[in-house]
């Protein structure tokens, strides 16, 4: 049975192949996603499919092309923390954007039932204008 660790670590591979089921697949029917006051998808959303509509479907706000990055992640008990960037294309001028962010994803029962996000918000805001 893998660790609460590899499952964030597939997660986050099959976010950046576009495998948005298999992600899914990771979540409770009721987990809580919380994006950051400032972000431009600020809020939490509760279930997958909320998330789906309230988070995936709209990175493009961002700016375009956007990614995650992770470069590290702590694990311990039923909590993984992911820390690594966000990049992103500024649309009108296409220079690459990137900033740090850091994920804490709680687990029960091998689901995940919360995500918060950490980002500089005041950065992105900067980047994406």
Known sequence: MPTN???IQGGYQAFARGDVPK??????????????????LHGTYVGPQAVVDGVFMRLGETGDDFTVTPTRF??????VVATGTYSW????????AQVQMAHV?????????????????????????
């Open 5 to 7: 660790k590899q499952i």
């Open 23 to 40: 992600v899914l697949a990771l979540m409770d029917d009721k987990i809580e996603w919380t994006e950051a006051e400032g972000f431009p």
């Open 74 to 79: 702590v694990a311990e008990d039923d909590t």
């Open 89 to 96: 294309k500024h649309r009108s001028t296409g220079k690459l």
């Open 105 to 129: 994803w709680t687990f029960r029962d091998g689901k995940v039932i919360s995500m918060q996000q950490h980002v500089d918000t005041l950065k992105v805001q900067e980047l994406s204008a």
